[in-house]
Every structure is written in C-alpha cells, then in structure tokens.
C-alpha cells in the first residue's frame, strides 16, 4: 500500500492499522516514560502541598485536644473528693464553679498561712524587744555601778541595791543616754536646772540612803583650831567636790584632815 506523509512516500504492508505507529516517526513527548515519571512527581508534590496544611491543621487540632484533655485530668485529679468528680462528669459542676470553689480553698489556705506567719512574726519581735530590754537595763545598770563606784565614798557592797534602785527610775535613750524620770514620766531635772545626770543623783542618795556610802573622815565631833570647824552636810561635800577644780578638791581634803571642815 502506498500512502503519503509529508511529501514522503511510505510503503506499508498489508493488514497494518491505520492508527498504528508509522516507522521511524516521533513519538509525541507525553507519551514517553520519562514524562509519566515526571508528571506523577509533580502530581505528588501539588497533593502534598494540598494536604501539608491538612495535616498541619489536623495536628494542631490533636495537640490542643490533648492540652485539653490534661487540664480535664489535672482538674479531675485535683478535685477534693469523689463528689467532686462525679460532679463534674455529671455536668452537675462546671469547670468555673470548681475553679472558684479551688481558688477560695487556696485564698483561705493562704490567709491561714499569712496569719500564722503574722502572728510567728509578732511573737519573734516580742522576745526581740524583750531581749532588747533586758540589754538596755543591763547597759543602765553598768553605767551607773561605773558612776557610782567613782564616788569615793560608795559602798561598793550596794552596788546591787544601786542598780535595782536605778532600774526603777532611769532609761537609756536610742543615742545611749541616761534619762531619769518622776512619776509622771518627766525627765527629772538636777539643782542646776538641767537633766539629773547620774553623778548627782547618787549624792543625793546620801541623805536617803545613807548605808550607801562609807563613814566619813572628820565627821563626828573633831573640831579644828580655836573651835571654827566648818559643818557641811555630805550632799554639800559632794557638791562642793563636784563643782570645784583639781586645786580646790586638793584644798578641801586637806581641810577636812585637819579639822577645819566636818562633814556629817
């Protein structure tokens, strides 16, 4: 049989199908296998692009069920009774109501602990201000067995008396001074018309307490040259030491040996 194809003349035989593939044409590109390869490639990669945000939905959605489920458990896990539970799988309880009932349990919780702290607190600021005291009233103590020891004629064997006498009646200041005060809690004043200072008070005390302090020299009935002994009170003495300078505390005990000055 002849047949034409493009000016070509080509001979078949006999019996072959028209549509049949003639010898020596091109086969058409998308018939090959390579092109079949490459189009099932390319169709797997548009399915995957289709059905990756599926999955990834799909994952998001399996992730956020179970953080639900974990919270339904510790909720569960967390309820204070089988009630609770029955409750809330009943649907008899919501999860609000059990969240607030679990919030006032923990805020009553928490306001027993804060009370129980409190109340540890105070008790520790109350032996600390105890203990403060005890500090304070033996630095007072201190001062004035020191003040009272440089009095020359202080027994030291009332001492002790000294300190509980001054407990009573003085106060040691934040800045470390001693303050003495009356009945009416007012800072008791000296005959200089200030604040009594421990010296002055324990010389006073030689008129009240007189056991205090030792006898002293010259008191009695020695009476100097020609009678003309001067007399003074031992609170004038102490007064008169206090107030004088180094020449005229050496002049005064050198009266008082002599005679010229009785003290009494």
């Known amino acids: 049989m002849l047949q034409k194809h493009n000016s070509l003349v080509v001979f078949k035989a006999y019996g072959e ?5 003639e010898p020596g044409a091109q086969v058409p590109i998308h018939e090959t296998p390579e092109f079949q390869e490459a189009l099932k490639a390319e169709l797997a990669k548009a399915v995957a692009a289709e ?7 799909n994952s998001e959605i399996l992730a956020e069920k179970k953080k639900v489920q974990d919270q339904l458990n510790a909720i569960l896990a967390q309820a204070e009774d089988e009630q609770d539970q029955a409750a809330l799988k009943s649907g008899k ?8 009932k679990r919030v006032n349990a923990a805020n009553a919780t928490w306001q027993e602990r804060l009370q129980a702290e409190q109340a540890e607190k105070e008790e520790l600021r109350k032996v600390a201000d105890a203990e403060r005291g005890k500090l304070k009233q033996f630095q007072i103590k201190q001062l004035i067995g020191n003040e009272a020891l440089k009095n020359e004629f202080f027994q030291p064997s009332a001492i002790d008396d000294l300190i509980n006498l001054a407990g009573g009646s ?18 008791a004043m000296g005959k200089s018309g200030r604040a009594l200072t421990p010296k002055e008070w324990i010389e006073s005390l030689s008129q009240t307490k007189q056991h205090y302090f030792k006898p002293m020299p010259g008191s009695g009935g020695k009476q100097g040259t020609g009678g003309n002994a001067q007399s003074m009170s031992r609170e004038e003495w102490q007064q008169k030491l206090m107030l004088g300078s180094a020449q005229e505390q050496t002049d005064l005990f050198a009266k008082r040996a002599k005679g010229e000055i009785v003290v009494g």
């Open 17 to 21: 199908e028209e549509g049949s593939a």
């Open 51 to 57: 059905t990756g945000g599926l999955k990834s939905k």
């Open 93 to 100: 309880m919501d999860f609000q109501a059990l969240l607030d």
């Open 170 to 187: 003085w106060e040691l200041t934040d800045s470390g001074e001693l303050v003495s005060r009356d009945q009416h809690g007012n800072v």
